[in-house]
Structure formats: C-alpha cells, structure tokens
C-alpha cells in the first residue's frame, strides 16, 4: 500500500511534493513508533495471538476506510482526506502492533530443544516479508495505474486488494488456532525497563548532597526499588542503545524510495520496450535485492573477507551499509540534476517567458519595444527555439508588438503577467496578417503525463476525438483549446468532425512530461494536414538510470540492518530481546521524523537536498564508528556467570564475617 501512497496524495488529493513527503513520512513514522503499543498489550494483557488478531481487524477496517475515501464521487476533497488521515492511522495501529508480536508467535511454537528449526522458521519467515514486499511493489502500482475506475487511476482498488488479502490471511491464521502453543502474558519487560530507569534518574536527583557516597554507575541508584540482576540487565541494554543514537539517519535515507526517489522517477522516460514501467513500481527492486543479496553476502562476500583475514566487526559492516547509502543518494542528485535539465526555468518575480509560432506562409520579424529579442525573423511553422525571457517593471505590463511581413508593419498591444509563459501566435486571417497571446505551460505535467493543445487554422469549428474518453471542441479561425492531459501512448486512432465530415485524427507519440501544440491546418484529400510543436520536452533521462542507487541502498541494507539486528540481539541479555527490537523500530520511526522535518521546515531543490542527505550521513556514519571503536563487545552469558559468581563471593566474606564474630 505505501507504494502507492505519495503518488495518492499528489494526483488524487493535488498536494505539492514536500507535503505529500512529509505525511509519507509522518504514516511510516506512526507504523513504527506503535510496536511499543503491540508489545505492551500482548505482554502485559492480551498475549500476542489475541493482539495479532484484533490488530489485524483494526489493519482491515483501516484499509477498507482508505479504499472508500479514494471514490472520487464520494464527498468533497475535505471528506477524502478525513477518511485517508483515519485510515492510515487504523493501518498504523494495525500493522505496526502486530510487528512484534507476529516473528515472536512463531518462535513460540518451538521448543528450546529445536533451536535449529527455530533459526529455519525466522529465516523463512524474513524470506517471505521480502517476498510479500516484492509481490505488493509490483502489482499493487498495476492495480492503480493499468487498471482505470470512475474516470481516473484506481486508487479504491489499490488500497482494497490488500484488506480483502488480510482478511483472508487471517481466516486462514484463526483456522490454525487449535495447532499454536499460547503462552499467556509475563508482564512487559519494557515497561520494567522505563521504571527502572526513571527511578534510577529521580532518586539520583534526589541524592545529590556530596555527603552521600558515589556509586559505580547511575543506573546502581535504582538498586533501593530493583534486583541487581535486573539492574546489570538493563546496564547490558543501554550500551547498545547508546550505539542507536546515530541510526536514525540510516533510516532517513532508506525509507525516502517510497517518497522521493518515486516522485523522481515520474519525471524519469519509464519505457523498457517491452514493458512501460510505472514509477511507483520502481521500488520493487528493493525486496528483489534484498533476495539476491543475503545469500551472495553470506555465501560469498562475508567468507571471501574472513579468508583475506580481514577483521570485518559488526560495526564496520554497519558503517559499510551507511557509506553505501550516502553514495546511493549522491547518484540519486547526479540523476536530479539531469532531469532538471529539461524542466522549464523557474520564475521569478517581474519575469516571464514568451516565444513566436508562426503559423502564416512567410517568414515575420517580431519586435518588442524596449526588449532586446528575436533578432532574427521567424520562418513559417519553424520549430521554435527555447523560450526567451521577459523582464517587466512591476506584476503586469502592457508591451507593444510590432510584426514586419513582407513590406507590412502591424502594430499589437498585450499585457503581460509576471511569472506567466506565452505563445505568440502570428497567422493569417481574411487576408491579412493577424496574432494572438495565449498562455502555455508554466511546468511539465505530473506524474509523467502528456500534455496537448490544438489550435484550430480552419474556418470552421471542430470537436476532436484523442480517444474513446476525450472529446474537445475548438472554435474556428485559429482558437486555441485548454491543455489535455494524457497517458503516455501512441495515439493514432483520432477523429476530427467538422461541417464537411469526420476525418481521422493521428497525433503520433505523446512521451513523458511532454507538452504538446497541435495545429490543424487543413483537411485536404480526406485527411486533417497539421504541425506538431513540442512546448516543453520529454523526459530524456531513462529510469533504469536508478538501479545503480537501489543496488547500493539495497546492499547498505543488507550490510546496515541485518548485521544490526544480530549484532544488537548478540550483545544483550535473553531478557532484553523485546527491548532492543523496540528500540530498533524506534531508529527507523525518528529517522522518518527527521525526514518529515526537513520537508516541511526547509524546503529546498530536490538534488540539494540529497547531498545534504548524503552529507549527513557521511558525518554520522564517521560518529558512528567513533562510538564503534571505543565499544567493547560483550557476552551477556559470562557477564551474568561473573555477576553470579560475584554474589557468591559476597555472601561467603559475609558468612565468614559472622561466624569470626561469633568466635570472638
């Protein structure tokens, strides 16, 4: 369903790219930090099969919610959005409760005894999270934009699919019900943790008298209230949330291939010949990597560098993954840059932009007073060049025209609005040279549509026909039409009905963010004769041009949060799993937060905002390994035997302590 999402609220609700960014961001940011809400019901209250399945209802009706707030019928735009914002939290709830409860359910059902089939389980269980994601990248982007409902890109369908899919997933996961093993809740070791803390931090700040005796670490301050297993317990924890810290960043990174790096590629040629890629299909590539990566890293990259003897620690791998995704996000500005090459210019202020078709038979000298522009004299029906700027002295002036065609002078008059883009139309009518100001395109279309006008040369009014959908009429003697926006596609199945008769239509290749002017001449021999301008160019930048930046977003992912997670487990006690799981998902929570930040705080062009990324992580990743060089790895098993031990001591100096007194 996030697949879909950013392109949802750019072209179905109409908002810009940074805010559709930012409550990207904001719905994948609630979907991690609501894990700590699943955690604390199945521990503390529910157990996690129930948890499972009342978030699971909840996940339903969330999407059932989105699918009918994306009817375009239904309600006005204020309607959509309330109906999305609840649904997306219902979706949030649901899909982020049951995230760690689902992996620790199925470890249940294994006795400790079969702990090699248990290690089967959780990787089988990772292969099909990536195989289900792989699956969903690709049809669900299908779903929305090959298959059309009420008019438009199917929206409803995308998000009903998967809440009709959960619904059957979860018949199927209540069928088993009699085969689980359920253990009931233990209390939630979390919340144990939080108290243990807080009550080490107040009672230090009550005890701040230098009279009072200092103790090893701050943490012993709850050891009034708390066990000392639980206390050292705790201790273990904190080291490796201490190391947490800069995670965040990573995960800024990672999770924008769902929000900028797809509004990129709807600006990006997504013709692969035989197959015409959407751009939110992009991001499929992801979880097909991720499948192709584990077994070549962990049977041939990992073994290859242990034979070389090279000492690749955890942490190294971790700040390996980091490197490779900041480099993933510097070819993501080098690639902006090129796209922006076929953007038009940005205006400003006191500026606009203005170029001359001419549609008369012989060349015509246009001059503007007081503007040093078109020097030359422009041929009949030449393509024309790239638009020439206009610099007015205040919101809007009148400029004077003057035409010169073939010994003739003609004199205009039009005004002229600041931040606006022109087409000055010179043609012939009832003998005599004539002109017209219309207004184009101020930028390409969006989501890699094409954009086409007509122009009707004939003296009588046409209704054309681009295909089964789009009828537009247009006045006669050089009238101009509003801008359509189409699919990208050959469309060569048109008609032109006029007074005289229907006659076909053929337009060609409309392309990508293409903005098109088309002028009917003449209908002569049974066929419309017409002139095709391309106002604004097409994408010219491929989009296979963004594998290179999912192959190293995708290897830093495997490097990055695989080795993470097993690095992390490796370094706390059997306790203290859920702990730093929890924690974990909260890392990738704050770095969508800090995504949404910079969005809405700090807008700026989109490739300086990738190298400010890849900056970012660059630095962090350099504080990382810093932390990283001065950590010191542990085994939680013999910090607990020497914690043992050293409580045996104890008790036998205070046995041997009072049997000496009593002697004496």
Not at 116 to 121: A, G, T, W
Not at 233 to 242: A, D, G, I, P
Not at 501 to 510: I, R, S
Request: charged fraction near 15%; glycine fraction near 6%; aromatic fraction near 12%.
């Amino acid at each position: 369903m996030r697949a879909v999402l950013t392109l949802y609220f750019l072209s179905f609700f109409h908002w810009d790219e940074n805010l559709s960014t930012a409550v990207y961001h904001a719905f994948s940011a609630l979907c991690y930090f609501t894990p700590v809400i699943g955690a604390i019901m199945a521990d503390s209250w529910l157990g996690k099969y129930k948890t499972i399945i009342y978030l699971s209802i909840v996940y339903v009706v969330g999407h059932l919610i989105k699918s009918v707030g994306a009817i375009p019928s239904l309600g006005n735009q204020a309607v959509h959005v309330v109906l999305s914002m609840v649904g997306l939290f219902l979706i949030a709830l649901g899909t982020g409760g049951i995230k760690p409860c689902v992996s620790a359910f199925g470890g249940d059902q294994f006795e400790e005894e079969h702990a090699s089939e248990r290690s089967k389980f959780f990787s089988i269980f990772y292969l099909s999270i990536n195989a289900g994601s792989l699956i969903s990248t690709f049809v669900t982007p299908v779903l929305r934009g090959d298959v059309k409902c009420f008019g438009e890109d199917c929206y409803a369908l995308a998000f009903g699919v998967p809440a009709a899919l959960m619904v059957l997933a979860l018949v199927v996961f209540i069928a088993g019900s009699g085969l689980y093993r359920k253990t009931p809740p233990q209390g939630n070791v979390l919340l144990e943790v939080c108290k243990c803390i807080g009550f080490a931090i107040k009672n230090r700040l009550k005890n701040r008298s230098r009279e009072i005796p200092k103790r090893d670490h701050w943490l012993d301050w709850a050891s009034e209230k708390y066990s000392k297993q639980l206390i050292g317990e705790v201790k273990m924890v904190t080291r490796v949330l201490f190391l947490f810290i800069p995670l965040p960043m990573f995960w800024a990174l990672f999770d924008q291939q769902g929000s900028r790096w797809t509004l990129q590629a709807t600006k990006m040629n997504a013709d692969f010949g035989i197959y015409v890629l959407q751009p939110d299909q992009m991001q499929f590539l992801n979880p097909l990597l991720i499948l192709v990566f584990i077994p070549i890293f962990d049977l041939g990259l990992y073994p290859l560098i242990n034979m070389c003897k090279l000492n690749f620690t955890p942490i190294r791998k971790m700040a390996t993954g980091m490197i490779l995704a900041g480099l993933a996000f510097g070819l993501a500005a080098v690639i902006e840059v090129k796209i922006n090459e076929t953007d038009m210019p940005r205006l400003v202020p006191k500026e606009s932009l203005i170029r001359v078709l001419n549609l008369a038979k012989n060349p015509v000298q246009v001059t503007i007073q007081d503007k040093d522009l078109f020097q030359q004299p422009v041929e009949s029906f030449q393509n024309p060049a790239e638009y020439s700027k206009l610099i007015l002295n205040g919101e809007q002036q009148s400029l004077h025209f003057t035409l010169q065609h073939q010994g003739l002078t003609l004199a205009f008059n039009y005004t002229v609005k600041e931040k606006s883009v022109y087409s000055l139309i010179v043609f012939e009518a009832e003998g005599s040279l004539s002109s017209r100001l219309i207004t184009d395109l101020e930028a390409k279309p969006e989501n890699g549509l094409a954009a086409v006008r007509f122009i009707n040369g004939l003296s009588q009014d046409v209704n054309l026909t681009i295909d089964s959908k789009r009828f537009i009429a247009v006045q006669k003697n050089y009238s101009a039409s509003e801008y359509s926006l189409l699919e990208r596609d050959i469309y060569n199945n048109g008609k032109c009905i006029t007074e005289t008769g229907e006659f076909p239509l053929e337009l060609g290749l409309l392309d990508f963010g293409a903005s098109y002017t088309v002028v009917i001449t003449n209908i002569s021999g049974g066929a419309v004769e017409m002139w095709k301008s391309e106002d604004i160019k097409a994408n010219n930048v491929h989009m296979a041009w963004q594998l290179p930046q999912y192959l190293l977003i995708s290897a830093g992912e495997v490097m990055f949060s695989i080795t993470g997670l097993a690095f992390s487990y490796s370094q706390s006690p059997a306790s203290m799993k859920s702990v730093l799981q929890a924690g974990w998902l909260l890392t990738v929570a704050v770095g969508n937060t800090f995504v949404l930040i910079v969005a809405e705080a700090a807008p700026m062009a989109q490739w300086a905002e990738f190298v400010l990324f890849t900056v970012l992580l660059f630095a962090v990743c350099i504080i990382f390994s810093i932390m990283g060089y001065f950590y010191v790895s542990v085994d939680p098993e013999d910090l607990e035997e020497k914690e043992e031990k050293r409580e045996t001591s104890s008790r036998g100096n205070m046995i041997g302590l009072v049997t000496q007194k009593t002697k004496l």
